[in-house]
Structure formats: C-alpha cells, structure tokens
C-alpha cells in the first residue's frame, strides 16, 4: 500500500478495515536457540578503530547495569581509557547469544570477553590496525580483567547514567521513526488459555473518535488462546477513546477448567490423592509424627516493571526492523521470522535498555503485534502495552502450595518431607501451545519450578517433590524462579524447627551446614546485625522481631539476611532494618552487586507484604499497581549489605539474595507475634491484636 | 505554554490528549514514561507552574499558559542539576525508567522545602514507585542534593 495514499485516505476516514480476516498462525512453538558464549564469538563483540573502541553488548541491559560492568572488563583488559570505549546495545545482526537470564551475565560471558579483548590488544600491540584479530586464549591467570585491581573491583560511574538523568531516549517506546503511527491489539477480558475472539464491534464509532486510523483484524500470532483486535491511531492518547467506542463483543469458549488457581494447585489436595510426579530427593524418610507441619501459599505475582512493554515495528522491501526492550532479541528474530514468513535475516531486532524485566521479556508478545499492525497499515507502528494489558496478557510467578514436614532428634534434623504444587516456569503455556503441553505434561517436570527446593541443610533423610499444573494464566520465569518461595517455604521451616528444638535459629542453621560458604555469609550477617533477640513489645502494642535467613542460589552464589520488624496491633507490618551479606565470588563492581542485593531485599519484601495478582473466573482483573500493588518507598527500611569475595571466579549476583531477605522478614515477623506467617502477602487480619 | 523556559503552542489535535504523550509524541521529549496511566506510579512526572504533576492524567489542553518543565530541561548547558548530579553520584538508577519522574519530583520537594525532614520526603516521594528497588538511593540522593541547593 502506498503510504501516502493511505495517510490520506484514512485521514477522510475512509479506510477502516485493513488485513480483513484472521491469519493462521503455527502452533508449533519457535524452540529457543541458546548458543553459549565463547571467546570466538566474543571477538565480535569488540572492536577497534582511530584509537577507539568499541563494545557491543551480547546481554540485555535492563537495569544490572552490565553495561558497565563488561565495559569494567574490556577496559581492563585492553588497558583503555574508560572514555576511549563505546558500548552500543546488540542487534540481531551480531553474533547470536542466549537469553540474558539466569545471572548469568558476569559469570559466563566475563571470560569470553577478556580473552577476545586480551588477542585485540595484543594485536594492536603489534602494530596492526586493519583486519579480523586472530584468538589466542591464554590461562584465566593471564587475564587481567579477571585479577582484583584497578578498575576490576571498581564502581566507575554508570554507562549510560547521564542518559537517564537528562531525559535521553534510550527504551523501546522511546523510539520515534518517520510517519509512525500508535496501535493497540485489544484482547477479550478472558483466560488466555481458553479460546476468544472479537465477534462484533462498532466499526462508525470508533471511526468518528478524532485520530482514528485504522481496525485491523490480523493482530498476528494469538497470545495462548486469546485472538485480538487491532486498532491505530495518529496519536497514542486517542487509543483509549477508539476502544471504548468499539465496544467490542467478544467470543468466549467457556470457562477454563481450573479458573480457581489456589484450589488448584492445593498441595494436600494433591497429596490426598497419591504422592507428586517429580521428585528432587528420594531418601525416604521414617513414618512417624513430625515435629515441624507447616504449609506455605505464595500467591500468582506480576512482575510490575514500570515500562509497560513496547515495541516499534517497521517494514522495508520485504524485511521487518523492530525495537524492542527484550531479555532475547534473537528468540524474538526468531519467532518474527517464523510468524511473518520471513527468511531470519529479514527480520532485525534491535535491542534497547529494558525498563526492568526481571525475567518478564523472553517471549515474544508486543513485538509481533506491533509488526503485524505495522504490516497492515504500511507506515511504522508502536505499540506500547497499558498496565492493565501487562497484567492481563503477560506471564507471572506461578502460585506455589508447599507442605514441609520435620522431625527433630536431640536438636538435629533427622527427617524431612517438602512437597510442591505450582505451575509451569521453563515449559511455560505462553510458548507451549495446549496439543503439545498435552503430550509432554505426562513425564516432564519443570526444573524451574524445583530450583532451590533442595534444601541447602544437612535436613537428614529428605524426600523433596513436586508436581505442575497447567492454569489459566500464564506462569513463568520470575525473579530466581522457583529458589525464592522455595527458599521461603525452606527457610519458615528451619525456623519453626529450631524452635521445636529451642535452640537458637542462627545455631540451629549452623548446626545443619556442612558448606563453609554458607556458614560464611550467616557468620558475617549475624556479626553486623550485632544477631540476638530482639523481640517484645514497644509503646501502643506494637510488637518487635528479628528474623534471620540464608540460601544458595543455582549451587554457587550465597546470601543471608537478618530483618528488624515491627507489627502494630492491628496488624501492619513495618520492616525496620535489613542486613544482608553476598558472597558471589570475584567482584567486578561491588556498588552494582550491593545494588542488585538491596533490590532483591526488596522484592523478597514484596514477596511477603505486597504481591499478589488477583483472579476472577480464571483471568486477571487487576489493571492498575492499586489493584496488584508493589513495594512503595516508605515500606522499604535502610539496609545494610556486605560482600565477602570467595577465592572463586565471578559468579551470578542478580537474583541470589531473593533467597534469603523473604524468609528472614517472614521470621521475624514470627518472632514478633508468636504467628507464623503461612499465607503470602501476609495480611492484617493475620496479625491483628 | 511556557516548555523548558520557551514559550510553545498547544496543537488543538493535541489539546484533549494526555500532557505526556503531547511532550513524548509531538515535542519528542522522552524524558517522562508512560507507567500506568492513572496516576499511580508517577514515572510521568513533570512540574506544572512549580507542582509536581502526574502528566498521563492531566490534559494537555489545562496546561494553556503554564509553566511546564521536564527533565530535559533541568540541566543548564553542560551543568547538571544538584539532583541530578545527586542521581549519579549516589549510582541511583537500575533499570532508570521511573528515574526521570522520581528526580522531577524531588526536584519539586527541595525547591519547596530546600531542607525537608525524613517525612517530607516520604511525603514527596511515596508516590513514585520504582521497581528495581532503588528508594534506599533516592532518599540519599535527595539529602546530598539538599546539601547542595542550600
């Protein structure tokens, strides 16, 4: 269609209807393609020219500030000025890289990109300054940017930090391209995992709402099972107003089987009914009658990054340019170039800085629509989702229903028994469509799911199991995936077994560790929290805890936290104070790893006081922070970091204390009331004098 | 309008929109977010006539005549603004997407109140939400920046 023509033809008012008739998209899921980093693929992520480099990002900027630290690392390495390196965000046209989650940003791509920056200096030392630098990997020892020193260990200020500062555009919705237009794919107010479709609509309405472009009804690949309805505007504010006069009548196939979510993953439900399909540890423990029988509810919660996500979609002579805030902009490529028929280097995603993500970008979902919008209309679109379509459309932390038994002789665990319910993380229902979550539901669990649920305790003879159930909405990764409510569910019992056993909850963990690693960071949290009692009871009934916690996370990275908390009498709970100490091997930027432990601490405070995602019939009713709320200033308490640096190799650091600041604030909350906590986010009514 | 310290025209296509897509879309200031769109989250931010005002539900038209500033505007020349010097020196931004609003409305705060107490700031601030966690940073950002407009 010619731009031009369409501009004016729409601007009359004339055309309304574009890409009349549903597309058939495939319903067979795009596989993740996950290439490891290796030094010969790192080679392009760097180069050199005019005595400047330049550094292009394989990660996802999204707020651990990576940028800085790889920068940390090809500064140091090559022995450049901080200044003389440029670090621009990948496109797909650079060398394929997994998807940046995981923490794994430092701890497998630091190496490549030293060695890949080690050959470049030694070429330019030789005096080369034209032509492809030939790899020669030398011993990790040889690496300078993996040697405490100099910038390694450093805080420089943060890449892109003036940036943000000054207002610069630097996130997918603020991209802006010539003759660009706004859409929005509208979706039925139903599951996603029950089939819908727009059947009727008033096409004049909406055609009279001033800005109206265009309706479009290929919205390109469905999200689970909910079909869309497009619409375009000349201005983003006028999309609201053309929805609303649309008054869309929708389709609806039924209700979805298991609308009642917590009922339906209830973990004595399911015990009730035979023992789980997926089992961590098998030791069998001894019949008998338990000392510790705690059951632990974590609730479905929203990611709630404060961008909305966005894209903006451009076609070309039979190629599509996207930009997009993404954790994988190459599964993105790849399933762009499936849906539109594309050959992959057609399609070019261009990353920008997420505006938080926390496991919340590695599908594709806004950047289809906005190209199949784009598509439609011939002239560039973006399409930025409305919080209430991020709730609604997005995928979640599944709920979770655990069950931990213990038994206790002479003070030490000798038996212990945790079991699980929850929905899918890896095996997510947002890229498994239902012919295939059918065949393969029957044998597969889902290692998200389980991480971290093996206690890190000697707990004695453990069987820890687990089973998945497919819901309504989608579920999957989110912040440290299963390890946080796992480590809570963990963490509340050990407390509730150290007081069976009157010992001291720091003594009582120190009695069941066997790794020096652990003990190391429970050690150094207690030192600086000056760890003792604290309860009892203030002015005006308020009553005062300490709790304290501890984990690993993905075997590797440690993390303990002691909380201070206060519970009035009518039951709010007020954090106080946190400490919390990180061991994660060699440190490249201690101030961003203290930054990534205070916002884990925070969100382990939200998930004990604020997250949760409300449901009716099976879909999510929640549209604004009011409705799924998450941590606000005045909750959040001073805290209090340290880092102990292992002789060990950089490991991840973006997720770990998520494993420990939830239980601790739990715990100390025990404390103060006497009530343990067993249903989060933890209510007033719970608490209340 | 006055934007920035210019004086700009409201186009009547514009005028019923929300004041933050007429500063994002048509003056092309990307400074301000779209977060919620009701007012919450306060990532759309700016100052109207010196009050920090949420942008995604004031109408661009009620701002005929006003004062507006963004963030693009805080710097003079090539000199930050105290917060915004404050904001890096204290390595306040995660992700930094509520960032631009959270600064506009300390700004407001200190210009307001040049020494404000723990709870003038929770009263300034509390409704700004950042969910990467950094409110530890904002407030010590606020308070070195109080340092430096006195």
New interface residues.
Partial sequence: MNRRGFLKAAAGGLVVLIGAGVGVYSQVPVIPNRPEPDPETALGWISYADGRYRLTLPRAE????IATGLKQIACAELGADWDTVEVGFHDTTAPAVKATVGSESIMLFAEPLAQACASLRDAIDQGRDLGEVTLVTRPVSELRSLQKGGLIGA?P??E???G????????A??V?RPDML?GRVLHAPASVEVGSRPLRWNTAAAQAV??FVALVEDTGPSIGQSEGLGIVA?????LDAIAQALAVEWQIDGDHARADVMSAIDVDTHLAGGALRHTVRDDDPAPGRWDVDLRIDVPLAA??????RAAVAEWADGTLRVWAGTQDAFYVRDVLSSAFGLDPDAVVVQTA??????GGRVICTVEAEAAALARAVGTPVKI?W??AQEFALGYHRPPASHRVKARIVDGKLTDWNHAQVSSHIFFTSGVVPQWMQRATDRFAGDDGVARGMAAPYQVGRAKVSYDVVRLPVHTASWRGLGAGPNALAIESAMDEAGLAAGVDPLDFRLAHIDDPLLAGVLNRVAELSSWGAVSGEGQNGVRQGRGIAAGVYKKTSYAAAVADVSVDRRGNVQVDRMWCVHDCGLVMNP??VR?QC??????GLGMILTDDLPLADGHVVAE???DAP?????Q?P??VIDLLESDRPPQGAGETAIVAGPGAIANAVRAATGIRPQRFPITRASLVL | MILNGQVQDIPEEWANEPLLYLLREHFDLKGAKFGCGVGICGACTVIVDGIATRSCITNAGDVEGAEVRTIEGLANDDVLHPVQQAWLDQSVPQCGYCQAGQIMSAVALLEQTPRPTEDDVDAAMDGNLCRCGTYGRIRAAIMQASETVR
Wanted: aromatic share 8%; no cysteine.
């Fill in positions: 999204m707020g651990q500030n805080s200020g943060i892109q930090g003036m943000i500062v000054t207002g610069q555009p630097l996130y919705a603020d802006t706004y001033p800005g000349t201005r983003p504010g006028a990611h709630g990054p404060i961008e909305p800085r997420n505006g938080g993500a926390f930025q409305t919080r101030d961003q930054a205070e916002g884990n601490l925070v969100w604004t922070f009011g998450i941590p606000s200033s005045t959040v001073p805290m």
